[in-house]
């Protein structure tokens, strides 16, 4: 069973229109990020979220961005008005902490297309 | 800022030989760790080794080793006895222990292709 589930794996969508990201990370897990990649290019950390608020965000985590987890389990990403330059491949991801350490597990990534 | 360069957009190793990939990085900090991420077609990202700062020894897995030279700020991958089923991108990421957040931070990424 995968650490961490993402859905959908693709999304296309219009310019200007919302769309919502999901992660189901497994419960023991307390941190929780977004990342992103455009293609051919580096992952890129979009914002971090801790005991149900954000404790660090990028550049890049406008105010189109927004995250939540609503239900304690779901882990979303919202992006209100999308842009062309928001086409890429958006990962979620979860820290474990035990007794072999951290270890950052990430999703299987969304690919989202703007139109 | 922290940052992390990966100077090779690209490289190329034959079936069963070693290659090793380079990444360097800049920080203030005493104390982090350092990772390197596979990243096959799937586009699944895949935790292939970590290094603690602290620790004075390199790091293995298997065929995956880590040539880590603090002084130099330098993380380097050796990979032996490569295999088909190494092809994928890799990325290397650092992590500030300090950091409450635990954010990584990733360099560019190299493409390595195996041939047969």
């Known amino acids: 069973e995968p650490e961490v589930t993402q859905t959908p794996s693709h999304q296309v969508t219009q310019m200007g229109q919302e769309v919502i990201l999901r992660c189901v990370p497994i419960?023991?897990?307390?941190?929780f990020y977004w990342y992103r990649q455009i293609l051919g290019q580096k992952v890129e950390f979009l914002v971090s979220f801790y005991n149900n608020e954000i404790s660090e965000k990028s550049e890049i985590f406008d105010d189109q961005f927004s995250v939540e987890r609503p239900d304690g389990s779901n882990f979303t990403l919202k992006i209100r008005s999308t842009k062309l330059e928001d086409s890429a491949m958006y990962f979620c991801?979860?820290?474990?902490?035990?007794?072999?350490?951290?270890?950052?597990?990430f999703g299987s990534g969304t690919q989202l297309s703007v139109l | 800022a922290q940052t992390v360069t990966q100077s090779q957009p690209e490289m190329s190793v034959q079936e069963a030989e070693t290659v090793t990939l380079s990444c360097t990085y800049d920080t203030s900090e005493s104390d982090y760790y350092l990772f390197w991420y596979k990243q096959p077609p799937s586009r699944q990202m895949i935790l292939v080794i970590r290094q603690e700062a602290y620790k004075q020894q390199n790091a293995t897995e298997n065929r995956f080793s880590v040539n880590f030279q603090k002084a130099a700020k330098s993380f380097s991958l050796k990979i032996s006895d490569s295999q088909l089923g190494d092809a994928a991108m890799y990325f290397c990421?650092?992590?500030?222990?300090?950091?409450?957040?635990?954010?990584?931070?990733f360099g560019t990424g190299t493409r390595l292709k195996v041939l047969a």
């Open positions: 419960s023991n897990h307390l941190y």
């Open positions: 991801a979860t820290i474990r902490v035990g007794g072999a350490g951290e270890k950052l597990f």
């Open positions: 990421a650092y992590r500030r222990i300090t950091s409450g957040t635990y954010k990584y931070i």
